[in-house]
């Protein structure tokens, strides 16, 4: 599968404990988004990144998260300290400038 | 408030219907994409329409970017076509991350 990869699938944390995200774009693709998606707040922005540089930051987002990416083809997104409203699914897409934007199947992450 | 706005919220149709999606943007706007999610499902993407007319099987989009709105227009619907879609727009000033729609609940019944 060419498409975007996300790792794990599920993940549970209790309050307070720091969870990593990983995130493996489509080959070649030079734009990458993380975004948080629940149902009461529909898909939020997180982080965007265009070849490697951080382009935008969700603004609520600042303070516990941080998404980074450590070559072009890897990105991680870290929650430190997890909070019970944190419970949400992580959803990371990618793009070619331009181009359609492709989503991965995405974290669900469950804060206890 | 919110810069994408889609409508209707929710929509039941009979198989074989037409339905037509709505998502209208409250700042200018280079591209809209149109996505598809089943529950618990991937985002998948059905149509990236910069402007005017596209077209992919039975799906139409038709996106207006001077009056700010892109439709969705669905024929002959099936069963499969249930679940939720999104509409979301590119902002033309700086950054290229999408803005999502709250999108449209689709229910299609035999």
């Known amino acids: 599968d060419a498409g975007v990869t996300q790792t794990p699938r599920h993940e549970v944390a209790e309050k307070g404990q720091t969870i990593i995200l990983k995130c493996e774009p489509v080959?070649?693709?030079?734009?990458l988004f993380w975004y948080r998606q629940t149902k009461i707040q529909g898909l939020e922005l997180l982080s965007y990144f265009r070849s490697k540089s951080l382009m935008e930051d969700g603004g609520a987002f600042k303070d516990r998260f941080k998404a980074e990416m450590l070559n072009s083809s890897f990105s991680t997104l870290k929650i430190q300290p997890t909070e019970p409203k944190d419970s949400a699914v992580y959803l990371c897409a990618s793009s070619f400038w331009t181009g359609e934007v492709f989503f991965g199947k995405g974290t669900r992450l469950t804060v206890v | 408030e919110q810069q994408v706005q889609q409508s209707p919220a929710s929509l039941v149709l009979q198989e074989a219907e037409n339905a037509e999606l709505q998502c209208s943007f409250s700042?200018?706007?280079?591209?809209v994409q149109w996505f598809y999610q089943r529950p618990g499902g991937r985002l998948v993407s059905l149509l990236y329409?910069?402007?005017g007319t596209k077209q992919s099987g039975r799906l139409t989009s038709t996106t207006v970017i001077k009056e700010r709105r892109s439709s969705l227009h669905i024929s002959s619907s099936q069963i499969t076509d249930s679940g939720t879609y999104l509409c979301a727009m590119e902002q033309d000033q700086g950054g290229r991350a999408l803005i999502f729609g709250t999108g449209t609940t689709v229910s299609v019944s035999p």
């Open positions: 080959s070649g693709h030079n734009d």
């Open positions: 329409n910069p402007s």
């Open positions: 700042i200018f706007t280079n591209q």
